[in-house]
Structures are given as C-alpha cells and as structure tokens.
C-alpha cells in the first residue's frame, strides 16, 4: 500500500473516533455508536486492501 492511501485510512478512522467524541459529548450515545463501528469498519477494510495489494 503506498503512503498516501495509508494516510487517507488513517485519517478517516481518526476522524471516525473523533466524530464518536463530539456525538458522545452532544450526548447522542446512538451516533457514537454507529462512528465507533465505521472507525472499525474503516480500519478493517484498509487492513484487507492492504492485504491484497500486498498479495500480487
């Protein structure tokens, strides 16, 4: 994976969490949620097309 798709992964689940934090401190525990699970989600996917970047 080169660096600048790395660094676009990165800052998306960074702005994932941070998203969850504001949710979190307008009180809105259902939008947190959803910002944590699409931070992982995120995470995850990078993590899989690095894998198949890495394969070829």
Do not use: D, H
């Not at 600048?4 to 998306?12: D, I, T």
């Not at 809105?28 to 097309?49: C, I, N, Q, R």
């Amino acid at each position: 994976m080169n660096k600048p798709m790395a660094l676009l992964f990165a800052v998306l689940g960074i702005a994932c969490l941070i998203a969850a934090g504001a949710a979190l401190s307008y009180m809105k525990p259902g939008w947190a949620l959803f910002f944590t699970l699409l931070s992982f989600a995120v995470t995850g996917f990078g993590m899989a097309v690095k894998r198949r970047l890495n394969r070829k």
